[in-house]
């Protein structure tokens, strides 16, 4: 199954965000410092625009959901771009396989 639920949860004044999907029971925080590993966009993750902040938060969700940066650029820009810049709690479906797969076209 490609497609998976994700709910995401913002707070802008520290500038964490907390992920939960349908495999898991409870938000869990997603961590800065492992998607810096692979690329360093940004020291904090920001949303609601598209930037370095935002960028590091698509690969940090890109990374923890595959295991694989794959087309994060695209993840944010058709989810991270579109959250409120402010305090957050959104759900939506993604087509996980679909930003896999486009990185070979990026």
């Known amino acids: 199954m490609s497609k998976m639920k994700i709910r995401l949860r913002g707070e802008v004044e520290t500038r964490k965000v907390w992920i939960k999907t349908g495999k898991m029971q409870q938000f869990t925080e997603i961590k800065l410092y492992r998607s810096q590993r692979c690329r360093a966009h940004s020291r904090e993750f920001a949303w609601g625009y598209s930037g370095s902040g935002p960028a590091q938060l698509a690969l940090a969700i890109m990374i923890l959901l595959t295991d694989?940066?794959?087309?994060?650029?695209?993840?944010?820009?058709?989810?991270?771009?579109?959250?409120?810049?402010?305090?957050?709690?959104?759900?939506?479906?993604?087509?996980?396989?679909?930003y896999k797969a486009e990185v070979h076209n990026v």
């Open 68 to 98: 694989e940066p794959g087309n994060y650029q695209g993840f944010k820009a058709d989810y991270i771009a579109n959250l409120p810049q402010g305090d957050f709690e959104e759900e939506f479906t993604v087509d996980l396989v679909q």
